[in-house]
């Protein structure tokens, strides 16, 4: 006969910053960053895709670089968290987000607020970027619309490209 036993793990506080404002959760450590960030704090800009670090719907800034959430621990979460619901200023989209949606780049969308973390990223660090430059930073975000090419059009055009 097998008998189950039902592991729980306690909770405890963490402390976060997410677009400027100090959070604390109660959740267990290993509870991934997409989890607080959708269910906690409720932001639900960033997605849950494969869950393995390897799609890049759940991409947020940690510290400035677009990072996985949907498998770091919140307990190891040490820095700023960025997400794409902040990437705006001053009640403005960012470039990017004007980009996407004046050319309509997206198609369900899915994938786009990880898209936009890693294309804000890329035009941050490098503001006039070569349409290969675009396609290596967006490598890691997959997107099953099949509209890459379309969303280095609108990287390029809010990097202020022309065609
Ligand atoms: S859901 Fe996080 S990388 Fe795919
Ligand atoms: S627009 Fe549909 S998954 Fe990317």
């Given at each position: 006969?097998?008998?189950?036993?039902?592991?729980?793990?306690?909770?405890?506080?963490?402390?976060?910053?997410?677009?400027?404002?100090?959070?604390?959760?109660?959740?267990?450590?290993?509870?991934?960053?997409?989890?607080?960030?959708?269910?906690?704090?409720?932001?639900?800009?960033?997605?849950?895709?494969?869950?393995?670090?390897?799609?890049?719907?759940?991409?947020?800034?940690?510290?400035?670089?677009?990072?996985?959430?949907?498998?770091?621990?919140?307990?190891?979460?040490?820095?700023?968290?960025?997400?794409?619901?902040?990437?705006?200023?001053?009640?403005?989209?960012?470039?990017?987000?004007?980009?996407?949606?004046?050319?309509?780049?997206?198609?369900?969308?899915?994938?786009?607020?990880?898209?936009?973390?890693?294309?804000?990223?890329?035009?941050?660090?490098?503001?006039?970027?070569?349409?290969?430059?675009?396609?290596?930073?967006?490598?890691?975000?997959?997107?099953?619309?099949?509209?890459?090419q379309r969303f280095i059009d609108a990287v390029l055009a809010a990097s202020g490209?022309?065609?």
């Amino acid at each position: 006969m097998h008998t189950s036993q039902t592991v729980t793990t306690g909770s405890e506080p963490h402390e976060l910053t997410v677009n400027g404002r100090r959070h604390r959760v109660d959740v267990p450590g290993d509870t991934s960053l997409l989890e607080v960030l959708r269910n906690d704090i409720g932001d639900k800009s960033p997605k849950f895709g494969c869950g393995l670090g390897q799609c890049g719907a759940c991409f947020v800034w940690v510290n400035g670089h677009p990072t996985p959430s949907c498998d770091l621990p919140v307990e190891y979460v040490t820095g700023e968290v960025q997400t794409a619901a902040g990437l705006g200023e001053n009640g403005e989209l960012h470039a990017v987000q004007k980009a996407f949606l004046e050319l309509q780049a997206g198609q369900c969308g899915y994938c786009l607020s990880g898209v936009m973390m890693s294309a804000a990223a890329l035009l941050r660090d490098n503001p006039r970027p070569t349409r290969s430059e675009v396609a290596a930073a967006l490598d890691r975000n997959l997107c099953r619309c099949g509209t890459h090419q379309r969303f280095i059009d609108a990287v390029l055009a809010a990097s202020g490209a022309t065609a």
